[in-house]
């Protein structure tokens, strides 16, 4: 019985965490442009002009 109470609450802890884990990586997709096409160009592009302007 106590073994099937660890499993259970050592579950629950495992499925907060992911829930937690995936707000913030939905949280920061929005950061960084959503409506950019390719998000990985923006940040490339951002950087790009960062060096330019030193």
Known sequence: MANIIAIIIFSSLAIVVV???YRK???DEKLINPNADDAVTDVMMDQH???DKI
């Open 19 to 21: 829930l937690i884990l």
């Open 25 to 27: 990586n939905k949280k």
């Open 49 to 51: 002009r960062r060096k």
